[in-house]
């Protein structure tokens, strides 16, 4: 099949793209014609390499009121766009999202006859608006999701300035490595005392050692492994 792809670069994360292209790709029996990613400047940092090597179209689109994600729209309008004016025609439309404002676009492709494939995350993969707009679901725990090991870990603690004891009253203090953000432990880190870990825990979700997850209106952050 012609197949595209459109990524929503501020919905979903902590995957191994090259895998996914690769999925997708079936041994050459998918020609993919179109490859588009749309993120703040933020969000393509962390795939811009990943996007570079799989010769992605990248558009940056930066946040507006109320830090307002457009990525959602922008994809929508030109998948739609796609479907009509892209020569050749396109069969297949991927979405890499888990943002429920991507099943209009999805239904009304579908209805066209188009083969819709979504890749999200696995929490989302059984929610019936996404299954009835969709031909396949890839859940990304499941399929290419990066896990990090400990030891993987305790290196970059390590090179961070932490030592093995820091690991170990990080793990044991957040029981089975499991808490919310709105705890305040104080913690000390080579002499300096640290009450506020939020920038701790956002350079290691980006460094897919920790996970984060919604639950109910805090956060829950979690070793990946």
Known sequence: MNTAIYFDLENVNNFNLSILMKLLDKN??????AKLAVGNS????????????????????????????????????????????HKPEIEQFVFITSDSDFTFIMNKLKMQGKSVWLVCKDE???KEYFQTCTEKIIPIEKN?????SIDELKKWLKEN????????????HFNSSEWKKGDKPIFNYNGKKIK??????????????????????????????
Do not use: M
């Open 28 to 33: 050459g029996e998918n020609k993919i014609i």
């Open 42 to 85: 933020s969000a393509i940092g962390a795939y811009r390499a990943e996007l570079a090597n799989q010769n992605f179209i990248i558009i940056e689109a930066p946040h507006l009121a109320k830090k307002k994600n457009r990525a959602d729209i922008i994809l929508s309008v030109i998948a739609y766009e796609d479907s009509i004016y």
């Open 124 to 126: 989302d993969k059984d």
């Open 144 to 148: 290419i999701k990066i896990k990090k």
């Open 161 to 172: 300035g932490f030592d093995n004891n820091d690991y170990t009253t990080l793990i044991n």
């Open 196 to 225: 506020k870990l939020s920038s701790l825990l956002t350079k290691l979700v980006e460094g897919y050692f920790f996970e984060r997850k919604k639950d109910g209106s805090a956060y829950v952050y979690r070793i990946v492994s």
